[in-house]
C-alpha cells in the first residue's frame, strides 16, 4: 500500500491511545453503555476538537462531525438518537473561526460534493460577507432549525439547544445568545 507509513502511524498512535485511556473508564462504558451529557455539532476541522476543547472524558460527548457544522437529514438522526434514546439533555452547535467550509461559501464555491455544505451555508448566511459574523450566522441558522424540528417532532426528544463559537488561535469559547 502506498501509504504503509500513515497506517503504521494510526496503528502506533491507537497504542498509544489505548495506553492513555483510562481502561476502568472504557470498561464501564462498554459494559454499562453512554451516558453522554451533551451533543455536540461541529466541524470535521482537525483543529476543533471537543473532547480536547471541553476537556470530556469518554462517554461525555455525543459527537456529530461534518465540515461546517451543517445541519442535515443524518445529522438530525444522530441528534434524535442521542436526545430521544440516550436522554442527552442538551446540544450545542459549535461553529469556529477560520472555517473552511464558511470561507468557501463565502467565497461562492460550489459544484462537487461540497456544494451540499457551501449551498447550506449560504442559505444560512444570506448576503453577510464578513467571516466572523457569517460562521455565527451558521450557527445560529443551525440553533434555529433545530429548535423547529424539534418543537415539531416532540418524539425527537426535548434537549436544550445554544449555540457557540470556538477561536482556533486563542481557544476561547464564546456562546451566542
Ligand atoms: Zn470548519
Same mark, same amino acid.
Given at each position: 500500500?502506498?501509504?504503509?507509513?500513515?497506517?503504521?502511524?494510526?496503528?502506533?498512535?491507537?497504542?498509544?491511545?489505548?495506553?492513555?485511556?483510562?481502561?476502568?473508564?472504557?470498561?464501564? =462504558?462498554? #459494559?454499562?453503555?453512554? !451516558?453522554?451529557?451533551?451533543?455536540?455539532?461541529?466541524?470535521?476541522?482537525?483543529?476543533?476538537?471537543?473532547?480536547?476543547?471541553?476537556?470530556? +472524558?469518554?462517554?461525555?460527548?455525543?459527537?456529530?462531525?461534518?465540515?461546517?457544522?451543517?445541519?442535515? !437529514?443524518?445529522?438530525?438522526?444522530?441528534?434524535?438518537?442521542?436526545?430521544?434514546?440516550?436522554?442527552?439533555?442538551?446540544?450545542?452547535?459549535?461553529?469556529? =473561526?477560520?472555517?473552511?467550509?464558511?470561507?468557501?461559501?463565502?467565497?461562492?464555491?460550489?459544484?462537487?460534493?461540497?456544494?451540499?455544505?457551501?449551498?447550506?451555508? !449560504?442559505?444560512?448566511?444570506?448576503?453577510?460577507?464578513?467571516?466572523?459574523?457569517?460562521?455565527? +450566522?451558521?450557527? #445560529?441558522?443551525?440553533?434555529? !432549525?433545530?429548535?423547529?424540528?424539534?418543537?415539531?417532532?416532540?418524539?425527537?426528544?426535548?434537549?436544550?439547544?445554544?449555540?457557540?463559537?470556538?477561536?482556533?488561535?486563542?481557544?476561547?469559547?464564546?456562546?451566542?445568545?
Amino acid at each position: 500500500m502506498k501509504n504503509d507509513a500513515l497506517i503504521e502511524c494510526l496503528r502506533a498512535g491507537g497504542a498509544r491511545g489505548r495506553a492513555a485511556e483510562d481502561a476502568a473508564l472504557r470498561e464501564r =462504558t462498554a #459494559l454499562q453503555g453512554q !451516558r453522554p451529557w451533551a451533543i455536540v455539532i461541529c466541524c470535521s476541522d482537525s483543529r476543533v476538537i471537543p473532547e480536547r476543547i471541553f476537556d470530556a +472524558k469518554l462517554g461525555e460527548l455525543f459527537v456529530i462531525r461534518v465540515a461546517g457544522n451543517v445541519l442535515d !437529514r443524518h445529522q438530525l438522526g444522530s441528534v434524535e438518537y442521542a436526545a430521544a434514546h440516550l436522554h442527552c439533555p442538551l446540544v450545542l452547535v459549535l461553529g469556529h =473561526t477560520g472555517c473552511g467550509a464558511v470561507g468557501a461559501a463565502l467565497a461562492g464555491e460550489s459544484g462537487g460534493f461540497i456544494g451540499y455544505i457551501t449551498d447550506e451555508i !449560504r442559505e444560512a448566511i444570506g448576503e453577510e460577507r464578513d467571516p466572523l459574523r457569517a460562521c455565527e +450566522k451558521n450557527v #445560529l441558522h443551525a440553533v434555529e !432549525r433545530l429548535k423547529a424540528e424539534f418543537a415539531a417532532h416532540p418524539e425527537a426528544g426535548g434537549a436544550e439547544i445554544a449555540g457557540a463559537v470556538y477561536d482556533i488561535l486563542t481557544g476561547e469559547l464564546r456562546f451566542l445568545e
